[in-house]
């Protein structure tokens, strides 16, 4: 008698490694928010760092010194990922990015030499301690991010994944949105004052202590709960029929290595990094120096220059969580597989297009080239939603044993931060020539 499984047992066998799937997209939506909180945060904030720390770059040195670490630890994590205890390391991590985003905003109000209103001489050691934060942070947000996405990848179930990337769309909005309301509550929305940054970067830290208590309802990773090696018993109940196809799979499966898998996962590994470079090409660098026609903006001089550049990347925000919760738009079109590099290729047309916005600011009379800003911001960051969620969702889906699908998860996530880091690199390329 041969072994055969109805698709109920075989959608069984997906989530055995951990308790049943029903009610797992919010608890992964929730996570998907912890896995870029820490950065989204700091990027928000980003301005308040560049005026304690004066002179130092601050901008471009602490988000490179960050990436690098991010794709060190990512690195790190493809090759040793699964012989991580998950429950630890998902506590040591988190822990670790609570303390470094609240004490790098403690370094920059309380180690310069000397601050007299916006006159501030930063010291060598507050600026060496806040870099080295970065750099923790970037490394403690790599595992993890791979630790999540490792584990949605091994769990079968597509939507989680698709979960883990509205999360981190979600998050992307709460931060303008919070700061912007803390600015306001302040009375003076120009102004960092101690109780805008610390109750901003506090509510970091209460997500993630809410990501601290979550753990206990996390499914258990599947490297935490692996059979014990088959004995020749269970060798002869596999071809007996006492064990369903799902158990034969498993039991007679032999581990590849991580090139074999990255083989298989190349080509949406290629197409969530593609995805990314074009993206962080031209935003937000290209974008923020977007001049604004609409007299609203244009009468209000450098405020309206800054309130409309939070408009634009606000739009961005706003329609990426778009894309990346509905996923489907492309899928009804026949974005399958092996045609998702379709899309992901046309999308390059964006970066020509954001730098002519740049150079040519009056070709069209105004108010027409705005308008045709915030409809190509639209365009751009949904198509990054859509196209970013489906190769996150495709990835792990071209193997097949949750060994490998969990190693195909941190693999994808490395291609999403590679082409984060590269498209950031990029992007001064695309300055060339600007006055």
């Known amino acids: 008698m041969t072994a055969s499984a109805s ?21 992964f939506t929730v996570l998907g928010v912890l896995t870029l909180a820490a950065w989204n ?38 090759k040793i990922g699964q012989r991580v205890p998950f429950r630890p390391a998902y506590v040591f991590s988190l822990t670790l990015q609570m ?64 979960a883990i990337m509205a999360g981190q769309g979600i998050v992307g909005v709460v931060c303008p949105v919070l700061m912007l309301s803390l600015k306001f509550l302040s009375g003076d929305p120009m102004q960092w004052k101690y109780q805008v940054v610390f109750g901003f970067f506090g509510f970091c830290a209460a997500l993630q202590l809410l990501g601290l208590f979550l753990v206990r309802f996390v499914p258990a990773s599947h490297q935490d709960t692996r059979q014990p090696e088959a004995n020749m018993v269970d060798v002869v109940r596999s071809f007996t029929g006492s064990f369903t196809a799902v158990d034969s799979a498993r039991l007679l499966h032999t581990p590849r290595n991580v090139k074999e ?27 923020a120096s977007w001049a604004p026609q609409l007299e609203f903006f244009t009468s209000k001089g450098k405020l309206g220059q800054d309130w409309y550049t939070t408009l634009v990347v606000g739009i961005f925000q706003i329609f990426d969580v778009v894309g990346r919760s509905t996923p489907q738009a492309l899928q009804k079109m026949g974005v399958t597989p092996s045609r998702l590099s379709i899309p992901v ?53 071209q193997v097949q044993h949750p060994d490998e699908q969990h190693r195909a998860g941190v693999i994808m996530e490395l291609g999403l931060i590679i082409g984060i880091f590269a498209g ?3 992007a001064l390329l695309t300055q ?3 006055q």
């Open 41 to 78: 945060f700091y990027l928000t904030a980003v301005g308040f760092f560049a005026l304690w720390f004066p002179g130092y770059q601050w901008p471009f040195v602490a988000s490179m010194t960050y990436q690098a670490m991010n794709v060190i630890g990512t690195s790190a994590m493809v």
């Open 424 to 426: 950031s690199v990029f």
């Open 7 to 27: 698709p109920a047992s075989v959608e069984e066998g997906r989530g055995a490694f951990g308790p049943p799937m029903a009610g797992m997209v919010p608890l």
């Open 99 to 162: 303390i470094m985003i609240l004490v790098m905003p403690m370094l920059a109000f309380w180690s310069p030499e000397k601050a007299d209103g916006e006159d501030i001489t930063p010291s060598t050691w507050g600026f060496a301690l806040a870099l080295m934060c970065c750099a923790v942070l970037g490394l403690a947000e790599s595992c993890f991010t791979s630790l999540i996405c490792g584990l949605a990848g091994s769990m079968g179930d597509p939507k989680l994944m698709g």
């Open 432 to 434: 060339l020539g600007v």
């Open 261 to 287: 898998v990255l083989k298989d996962v190349m080509p949406q590994l290629v197409n969530v990094s593609m995805i990314f470079v074009v993206t962080f090409v031209v935003f937000p660098g290209v974008a």
């Open 345 to 397: 290729w046309i999308r390059c047309l964006f970066i020509s297009a954001f730098m002519l916005l740049q150079r040519h600011p009056n070709s069209l009379p105004a108010p027409w080239q705005d308008y045709l800003s915030f409809l190509t911001m639209a365009l751009f960051a949904a198509s990054n939603g859509w196209c970013s969620t489906l190769a996150m969702i495709y990835g792990p889906q």
